[in-house]
């Protein structure tokens, strides 16, 4: 496997759980029945699985390469900067479906607002990374500097939330992508 390939990877499970969330978000704006619990794993995951995991491997391994790569230092910091103001509305939206299972009034309209900014900014990142700066890794970076940024992400997944925390996280995503009827072939993330 090739560095960007264990990105991909990744990307390709936050989309399943952006669906999901997506499908939750359109239940509740119908004044549906929702799951709080599933909210609460749901935003369990987006900390564990792509801010502790994810972002570190990107922000410590993979954005460190992109200026000597030709990638501009203000694109860099763009992608960066996108990370923290996701690490900050999942922090919010985390209050907020507290705020829900508590019965305060405006949660609902405040979960859907921040939610629905923060659904189309994960989307907006991943198909920026997706679009330029892998293909441009891959097309730049040296066989041997792949093999040990692989080796680095690698590692790194262990050290951060584990092998074991990885495949947890995986398996209950794929029960609610099930549960939820999602249907994701590729990351198709506009059907
Ligand atoms: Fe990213
Ligand atoms: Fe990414």
């Given at each position: 496997m090739n560095s960007i390939d264990n990105l991909r990877d990744d990307h390709e499970s936050v989309v399943v759980f952006s669906a999901i969330l997506e499908k939750i978000f359109n239940e509740l704006s119908a004044s549906k029945p929702i799951s709080v619990s599933d909210l609460r794993w749901l935003f369990e995951f987006f900390r564990d699985?792509?801010?502790?995991?994810h972002f570190q491997k990107e922000e410590r391994i993979l954005y460190r390469h992109l200026p000597s790569l030709g990638l501009p230092g203000n694109q860099v910091d763009m992608l960066k900067e996108e990370h923290e103001v996701l690490r900050n509305q999942a922090k919010l939206l985390r209050g907020l479906v507290e705020d829900l299972a508590e019965g305060r009034s405006y949660a609902a309209m405040d979960l859907l607002d921040t939610g629905n900014a923060y659904l189309d900014l994960i989307n907006c990142h991943l198909q920026k990374e997706e679009a330029i700066l892998f293909p441009l890794v891959e097309e730049c970076l040296s066989r041997e500097m792949d093999d040990r940024i692989s080796d680095r992400l690698t590692m790194l997944d262990e050290e951060t939330i584990g092998t074991s925390r990885q495949l947890e996280l995986l398996e209950v995503l794929n029960c609610l992508m099930n549960f939820y009827g999602i249907e994701v072939g590729s990351p198709e993330p506009d059907t």
């Open positions: 699985f792509v801010i502790k995991n």
